[in-house]
């Protein structure tokens, strides 16, 4: 079955600096990865979607400088969160899916706290 | 773009009996209608999901039904277990590639015995 694990599950770092955080997708190609957050009381938000050999679609609200992404090939993404701050804390999911299905499968998640 | 509404915040039933999540979208260009199930301090588990082609799919005690009409979807668990109890999310996404879907803001489920 597909499987995306996500690393690391906790992370704290303090207010200002940056904390990267990783996507693998096991048992199948991950042509879409698409990085959300679920900050506390509120649901996902979607920050953007990468597709290989595609831009990196950002959401409004979110912004490369921020939150760039790098997805070099059919398994492995990450995400890192630049300069932050208190606003920034929450969930952050990774969903990985194969170019021939619209499910996105994703992993058990970064937790991100800011001191 | 697509804006998901998911209509219940909370939801509570007796062991046995169904319960019913609705949510509504904005875009009519959205096509695929995912739902994802979060038990406590657990990711999000896909659960089952409807493209546009169809108004009805069942899996088991899982049926979702779809109203384009309306941009109206809701999922029904028949016979709810204890272990049904969970945050249920609602999501809503073009039919391809270039799109991600949006969620709605859940619904806590509480099955009790």
């Known amino acids: 079955g597909a499987l995306v694990y996500q690393y690391p599950r906790r992370t704290i770092c303090k207010s200002g600096t940056s904390m990267r955080m990783e996507c693998q997708a096991v048992?199948?190609?991950?042509?879409?990865v698409a990085w959300y957050r679920q900050s506390p009381q509120k649901t996902f938000e979607l920050i953007a979607l990468?597709?290989?050999?595609?831009?990196?679609?950002?959401e409004q609200n979110f912004t490369q400088e921020k939150f760039p992404i790098s997805h070099p090939n059919l398994s492995f993404s990450s995400m890192t969160v630049l300069n932050a701050y208190l606003e920034d804390r929450g969930l952050y999911l990774c969903?990985?899916?194969?170019?021939?299905?619209?499910?996105?499968?994703f992993g058990a998640g970064t937790r991100l706290s800011v001191l | 773009g697509e804006k998901v509404e998911q209509h219940e915040s909370t939801l509570s039933v007796r062991e046995g009996d169904s319960a019913v999540i609705n949510c509504t979208y904005t875009?009519?260009?959205?096509?695929?209608f995912p739902w994802y199930k979060q038990e406590a301090g657990k990711s999000l588990h896909f659960v089952i999901d409807?493209?546009?082609?169809?108004d009805r799919k069942q899996s088991q005690r899982l049926i979702v039904l779809l109203d384009k009409k309306a941009k109206r979807f809701s999922l029904h668990i028949t016979a709810t277990q204890p272990e049904d109890s969970a945050i249920y999310f609602c999501a809503a996404s073009k039919n391809n590639n270039n799109n991600a879907p949006r969620f709605g803001a859940g619904t806590k489920l509480s099955v009790k015995p």
């Open positions: 969903g990985a899916r194969l170019s021939s299905q619209n499910t996105l499968y």
């Open positions: 409807i493209r546009s082609n169809v």
């Open positions: 875009d009519t260009a959205s096509s695929y």
């Open positions: 048992g199948f190609q991950a042509t879409s």
């Open positions: 990468s597709t290989v050999n595609s831009a990196i679609k950002y």
